[in-house]
């Protein structure tokens, strides 16, 4: 959620819904004195990358509702928001949680699912859904990373 709120933050505080990219980098950077402006950089990427925001004729632009997300008095983002993010590894770790097993219990019962139900036949990504699935536990904001996983580089 950190993530969303450092990306959402610039939006929120000028009360814009496009910024050109200098605007974004000085806002992190200058500004707020959160980061480099190379780290800046790095976070705008990553935000495209993750389908956070998009960039249309040099305006970038929220992909997602600003309006719910509440900035806390004092946010700095903390250097989490420069990890790359694994999806498999959220939807392991909820299954876990969910379940109230440790995440090597769920990963044993993910390739149980491929070998015994589908004879070896099915990605370890989509093996998580339907165990997500299965648990009731929640992954509709993971799909887009889920997805991207299987998507070769």
Request: glycine share 4%; charged share 30%; aromatic share 8%.
């Amino acid at each position: 959620m950190t993530f969303r709120i450092t990306v959402a933050a610039p939006f929120r505080h000028t009360r814009k819904t496009g910024m050109r990219k200098n605007e974004l980098v000085y806002y992190y950077a200058l500004d707020r004195k959160w980061m480099s402006t190379e780290q800046a950089n790095m976070l705008l990427r990553r935000a495209e990358e993750e389908k956070l925001i998009r960039q249309e004729n040099g305006i970038f632009s929220p992909l997602f509702d600003i309006s719910g997300i509440t900035i806390p008095i004092g946010f700095k983002p903390t250097s989490a928001v420069f990890e790359q993010h694994d999806p498999s590894a959220e939807l392991i770790a909820r299954i876990a949680k969910a379940k109230n097993q440790d995440e090597t219990e769920v990963v044993a019962e993910m390739n149980r699912i491929i070998r015994d139900r589908f004879d070896g036949n099915l990605l370890p990504v989509a093996a998580l859904v339907l165990l997500a699935k299965k648990e009731e536990v929640s992954f509709e904001d993971l799909q887009d990373g889920l997805t991207r996983s299987l998507e070769k580089p």
